[in-house]
């Protein structure tokens, strides 16, 4: 089973512009990401099911919440998107994107993504100052984006093509 897609797509800007994607790739965590949210999931769901069988109903409040507030958090850090069009860089789980222009990108080079810089995954901020969304350890690439004081960091598939793409802008 693959963990990303390389699509090519139309997506709507947000002025309502519509524009071809470049390049498109989605990335999904390894399956131990979902295994681990339906085992909070079951873990919660018990002690709900035992704070009902108990009688105490108050203890139902704050696993119930729990529950929805991990499905929540579950359905917007599911995949990471990573697009480019003619204009646009775009990025970002869920409703957590960044977007710029192409053309304000300074830089771009393949990086190596690691646990230890980042100590975890998601949006993360490294120990080398940079700010990364990650599903994983590995390739990923390096930005430097004008008006921004850190770069960005973004795991992809393919470092040296989005590259190739994002300097060819530059030109």
């Given at each position: 089973m693959k963990r990303s897609e390389v699509v090519c797509a139309v997506k709507r800007q947000p002025d309502s512009e519509?524009?071809?994607?470049?390049?498109?790739?989605t990335i999904r965590y390894g399956a131990w990401f979902p295994l681990m949210i339906l085992a909070l999931f079951g873990m919660l769901i018990a002690s709900v099911v035992i704070a009902i069988l108990a009688g105490n109903r108050r203890?139902?409040?704050f696993p119930a919440l729990f529950i929805v507030a991990l499905f929540l958090v579950y359905l917007?850090?599911?995949?990471?998107s990573f697009e480019v069009t003619k204009s646009y860089v775009r990025f970002g789980f869920g409703l957590l994107k960044k977007e710029f222009l192409r053309s304000d990108i300074n830089s771009c080079?393949?990086?190596?993504?690691?646990?230890?810089?980042?100590?975890?995954y998601g949006i993360r901020f490294g120990l080398d100052g940079t700010i990364a969304y990650n599903t994983r350890n590995g390739r990923g690439v390096k930005m430097v984006v004008e008006g921004r004081k850190k770069?960005?960091?973004v795991s992809v598939d393919d470092p040296g093509r989005v590259?190739?793409?994002?300097?060819?802008?530059?030109?």
């Open positions: 519509v524009e071809e994607a470049v390049y498109a790739e203890l139902v409040v917007n850090f599911r995949r990471l080079e393949p990086y190596e993504l690691t646990f230890q810089n980042y100590l975890g770069p960005y960091v590259c190739e793409l994002l300097r060819q802008s530059a030109l």
